[in-house]
């Protein structure tokens, strides 16, 4: 909105200052500036009115410690985050940018469904919330949205570099001309569609999904829409699962969109890209400013939501983070490093399948089931040990930069 108008004062009036929206770098700060400044002063809004209206966190008495003072502890806070990341967008985001557009999309309608979960299970006072299968509905369909606008969209292009014949002529020590013919890499200048995405730590590391079907384009869409609906469905569930003690999820994933962010930027930048020997990905460092507004929007969200909590995300947060983490690495083409940069989410939704696996397979084969951990997901194993919660958060905190990190180094690891 911004963008578009200081744009058109910049051309047309040449209004000083003007030209400076046209920098990503500016409206990266001001996205950061206005995500903070909406989750500060209005959550404090938003938590009276939840208060007010009786929207409170039904807690499960697990045992755990300090756990039942949380009962009553507003919840659904997750609007306030989407609504501090929507408004910059909004506000300072070229809306017509494809990726930017994904990104909106995949914010509503994962916040939609975890609204919806958040709903059902405070003011219809069911615990278990909305059905899981109408969630796999919910992550399936935008799985398939995402898959297809990647897939066909004439504005998701990537530049390859290609060899370029180069002749060199020099004159020898008898003044002789002698011309020799190497080839020099160098960027096309021709975009071109393409299902490949980056494979971590090997050299010349793009990967064509369409090479596991022969270069079908049918199959080709298909087996994009697979990948697309198993990393949204992934990321999103492990999301959820981490949001378990206060700040937790947000704490964890400001370093993964910090990383996502350099790499869209890396990604979009045709020098770093060219200089990295990475995947130039056109108009893709607009995320940047996407990154920055949802770096906001979780930091200021932590005002309220760290220990001990004013307000709790809930799964219209959670789910949607995850989403976004998830359909962000798509568009940057950078889902293969998610197994690393989320190797939290990873760890929380694999104790949860081991401890529920093991469980069954113990009770089906002895009568009395087993668990391997204490409790899952895993930070409530540590709660269970006697870890305080603010420092398990922040040693996951000091893990996830430390992932996050290594995940940056991939970029010359090959």
Not at 221 to 235: E, G, H, P, Q, S
Not at 244 to 261: A, E
Not at 267 to 281: E, K, P, T, V, W
Not at 327 to 335: N, S, Y
Request: positive net charge; charged residues 15%; aromatic residues 10%.
């Amino acid at each position: 909105m911004l963008y578009s108008l200081f744009r058109l004062l910049d051309e047309h009036y040449d209004l000083p200052g003007a030209g400076m929206f046209q920098y990503i770098s500016f409206r990266s700060a001001v996205a950061i500036i206005i995500a903070l400044l909406i989750t500060i002063f209005f959550g404090r809004a938003i938590i009276r009115f939840l208060q007010r209206h009786q929207i409170g966190e039904e807690i499960r008495d697990l045992g755990l410690e300090g756990q039942l003072s949380k009962k009553g502890t507003p919840t659904m806070g997750g609007v306030i985050i989407i609504m501090a990341i929507l408004v910059p967008i909004l506000l300072v985001g070229k809306l017509n940018n494809v990726y930017i557009l994904l990104m909106i999309i995949s914010t509503l309608w994962l916040g939609t469904i975890g609204f919806l979960d958040d709903y059902i299970k405070t003011f219809r006072h069911n615990k278990d919330g909305l059905k899981g299968r109408f969630k796999i509905v919910g992550q399936v369909g935008l799985g398939i949205i995402v898959g297809t606008v990647m897939c066909f969209s004439q504005e998701v292009v990537i530049r390859e570099k290609v060899a370029s014949p180069t002749e060199t002529v020099y004159l020898d020590s008898e003044g002789q001309t002698i011309v020799t013919q190497t080839q020099r890499t160098v960027m096309s200048p021709t975009p071109q569609k393409t299902t490949k995405t980056t494979i971590p730590f090997i050299k010349n590391n793009e990967f064509d999904y369409g090479w596991l079907v022969g270069g079908v384009d049918v199959l080709t869409w298909l087996l994009y829409i697979v990948v697309a609906i198993f990393v949204v469905t992934a990321v999103s569930n492990g999301a959820n699962l981490t949001d378990g003690l206060d700040g937790l999820l947000s704490m964890v994933s400001v370093p993964i969109i910090i990383t996502l962010g350099a790499l869209a930027y890396l990604s979009g930048h045709i020098i770093y890209a060219d200089y990295l020997n990475i995947m130039f990905i056109p108009e893709s460092a607009e995320l940047v400013v996407f990154a920055a507004a949802m770096c906001g929007a979780l930091m200021g969200f932590l005002w309220y939501n760290s220990f001990p909590a004013q307000i709790f995300m809930g799964d219209t947060g959670s789910l949607s983070i995850g989403g976004i983490i998830a359909v962000f690495a798509l568009c940057i083409r950078k889902e293969l490093l998610l197994p690393l940069m989320c190797g939290l989410f990873l760890a929380e939704a694999v104790s949860v399948m081991v401890q529920v696996g093991y469980f069954k397979y113990t009770k089906r084969k002895t009568g009395e089931g087993k668990r391997i951990l204490l409790m899952s997901p895993l930070h409530h194993h540590y709660q269970k040990k006697g870890v305080f919660e603010t420092k398990i958060v922040m040693r996951f905190f000091i893990i996830s930069m430390l992932l996050c990190a290594f995940t940056l180094v991939t970029l010359k690891m090959r």
